[in-house]
């Protein structure tokens, strides 16, 4: 059964830049699209970015113009990138699959869920 592994997080402080990676166990996904979701404490799980197996790109409203997202088709991984991370970023980040290779932003329509990472903004 294939999993998602995230690595990257932490303690960061604002202004700063960090960056997520997360790698599928097995080939299963490597022509769906893969995103990052955050939830806050007391938030619903938002999305954050996802790309295609094509490349094609969508950010969240959120972090629109903070973020960069790359993937590796070859793995398949991605890696997100945020950068002037701010107080309001703290969340845990889960990583997302699915079969499908277009991307989509509601949470409801992927297939497989990394564990989760911790990411802590300190002002």
Avoid at 26 to 41: D, E, I, K, S, V
Avoid at 80 to 90: A, F, G, I, N, Q
Wanted: with cysteine; aromatic share 8%.
């Amino acid at each position: 059964q294939a999993r998602l592994v995230e690595s990257g997080g932490g303690v960061v402080q604002a202004g700063d830049s960090l960056t997520l990676s997360c790698e599928a166990s097995a080939l299963t996904y490597r022509n769906g699209a893969m995103g990052w979701f955050r939830q806050a404490p007391g938030r619903e799980r938002e999305f954050v970015a996802g790309i295609s197996w094509t490349q094609v790109v969508h950010y969240g409203e959120s972090v629109r113009g903070r973020c960069t997202i790359a993937r590796d088709n070859a793995k398949p991984s991605i890696r997100l990138r945020m950068d002037s991370v701010k107080p309001e970023d703290t969340a845990v980040y889960y990583c997302a699959a699915r079969s499908s290779g277009l991307v989509n932003d509601e949470e409801k329509y992927y297939d497989i869920w990394g564990a989760g990472i911790q990411v802590t903004v300190s002002s």
